[in-house]
């Protein structure tokens, strides 16, 4: 499995910003991915995903005008750039590799036993 490392959470006021990384040890080109999210008290749930060369993006409709997934092979790295932070955006977040991914719907689902890493918290608070 594809090991991912998340970053760039932390505490922001509703209307902020934050650039969360998933940076991987090796190359992530032959990798779709997917970030996830888990609030206090709930279940993870998908957020985003984009395709392994970065031509399809697919996002939640809670934060589809408002998140940005991007990615670049060369860095091995994947981005999810978030604005206008709500405290509902509030939980962990987490990236997984090879999600299944659907392009017309959103449908992202993780892969069976997925390992999941630590995840980065992310806090909207005023």
């Known amino acids: 499995q594809l090991q991912l490392v998340e970053s760039g959470g932390g505490a922001v006021q509703p209307g902020g910003s934050l650039r969360l990384s998933c940076a991987a040890t090796r190359d992530i080109d032959d990798y779709e991915i997917g970030w996830f999210r888990q609030a206090p008290g709930k279940e993870r749930e998908a957020v985003s995903c984009?395709?392994?060369?970065?031509?399809?993006?697919i996002y939640e409709d809670s934060v589809a005008d408002r998140f940005t997934i991007s990615r670049d092979n060369v860095k091995n790295v994947v981005y999810l750039h978030m604005s206008n932070l709500t405290p509902d955006d509030t939980g962990v977040y987490y990236c997984?590799?090879?999600?299944?991914?659907?392009?017309?719907?959103?449908?992202?689902?993780?892969?069976?036993?997925?390992?999941w890493g630590q995840g980065t918290q992310v806090t909207v608070s005023s």
């Open positions: 997984a590799a090879n999600p299944y991914c659907a392009w017309h719907e959103f449908v992202v689902t993780p892969a069976p036993f997925y390992s």
């Open positions: 984009i395709s392994r060369t970065g031509g399809n993006t």
